[in-house]
């Protein structure tokens, strides 16, 4: 996951009086993959992360820092704490398509631009400038 800051998460669930064990509990997931993402050793998934911030008393923001002139649409799908199946359902298009856009691997049609742009509750100017910014990136740079 693009801009994650694991010692952020990990100095606010410590702030909130969480222990690692705690705050695994209330997400439904192991203490084990708390203690890996704090320490970098994993990245998580979207609606784990959402789960974690929203039970600590922060925003996915707080962690997931990318700045928005170098943002991808993924980055704005993650901010939002969605998965690109929700983001679909959310949109009216596939799973597929949502990756697609998000690695630049397609064009960019008007209809999905809207569609998506109002899914994330985004400028579609914005939403098109991120599909430009991922489209153009450095070979083997992730999306």
Known sequence: MRGFQPEKLEKARIEAGFTQAELGRVVRIKAETVRRWEQGGSSPQVDLLARATAAIGITIADVVQ?????????????????????????????????????????????????????????PESELRASYERVRNRPPGAPA
Request: no cysteine; net charge negative.
């Open 66 to 122: 990318v700045p928005e002139g170098e943002r991808y649409p993924g980055d704005w799908r993650v901010l939002k704490g969605l998965t690109q199946p929700l983001l679909g359902a959310a949109a009216g298009v596939t799973t597929q398509v949502v990756g697609s856009v998000e690695r630049g691997e397609i064009s960019l049609s008007d209809n999905v631009a809207r569609k998506l742009s109002a899914a994330l509750d985004i």
